[in-house]
């Protein structure tokens, strides 16, 4: 079993729909969390970075920790095809510097 | 602008030949990352710089594998006797820095290059 799960997809919305991407995790040592966005043939971009449970909004985006139930999720409002990409989620820890991802959602948001 | 340049951004070899590429941070970040990305999959870690020290490598990053860091700036990473296994997307990372996001453990997000990709035919 992977560290990180993520729903690979693909999931294709309707311009202006709500989305919502997922990622479990099984290492509870993991205190940060991040939210990649790939287009083809590019490097991730960074979207948001949160550090233990809550919520963080920036934007359309809203990234949400759970520790607890070790689950984490990105929220894109008014989706755009422009947001059409793959979807990274990424943890870490303070003792590991690496940064641990899943294997990344396929979003393709549909004019 | 994420502040990573890499190059090549396409290398074609054939199996056997060895390769390097290369990262450059804008400026000198004390942690650099290089991570493998297989296609439908997300990057997974190979090694890891502070400053000239690589300080961490995976069970990823075989004995035909070599990183440096000279004088803690630009980086390279060398693949001997390529195999077609070893076709994939070689990303850098540069560290985050407190002082510019604000938070005492930034320096732990990473800012990624555009790639290097790898064909080995």
């Known amino acids: 079993q992977k560290e990180v799960e993520q729903d690979p997809g693909p999931l294709s919305v309707p311009e202006g729909a709500i989305v919502s991407l997922n990622c479990t995790y099984s290492?509870?040592?993991?205190?940060?969390f991040m939210w990649y966005r790939q287009y083809s043939r590019k490097g991730p971009e960074l979207l948001m970075y949160?550090?233990?449970?809550g919520n963080k909004e920036d934007g359309r985006f809203t990234a949400q920790v759970d520790k607890s139930s070790k689950y984490i999720s990105l929220f894109i409002r008014d989706s755009q095809p422009s947001d059409s990409a793959t979807y990274l989620c990424?943890?870490?820890?303070?003792?590991?510097?690496?940064?641990?991802f899943g294997s990344g959602t396929q979003l393709t948001v549909l004019p | 602008d994420t502040g990573v340049s890499q190059n090549p951004r396409h290398k074609i070899t054939k199996r056997g030949q060895n390769v390097t590429f290369r990262c450059d941070p804008i400026?000198?970040?004390?942690?650099l990352y290089w991570y493998r990305q297989t296609l439908g999959q997300g990057p997974e870690f190979l090694t890891y710089?502070?400053?000239?020290?690589?300080?961490?490598k995976s069970r990823l990053l075989s004995d035909r594998f070599s990183a440096e860091r000279p004088k803690g700036s630009f980086s390279t990473l060398e693949i001997q006797r390529t195999e077609q296994g070893d076709s994939a997307m070689y990303l850098c990372?540069?560290?985050?820095?407190?002082?510019?996001?604000?938070?005492?453990?930034?320096?732990?997000?990473?800012?990624f290059g555009a790639g290097t990709r790898l064909s080995v035919l």
């Open positions: 400026s000198e970040h004390n942690r």
């Open positions: 290492n509870s040592a993991f205190q940060y």
């Open positions: 990372a540069r560290s985050g820095t407190s002082g510019t996001e604000g938070y005492l453990w930034a320096k732990n997000i990473q800012y």
């Open positions: 710089f502070q400053n000239e020290a690589q300080l961490e």
């Open positions: 949160t550090y233990s449970s």
């Open positions: 990424a943890m870490g820890s303070g003792s590991a510097r690496q940064l641990t």
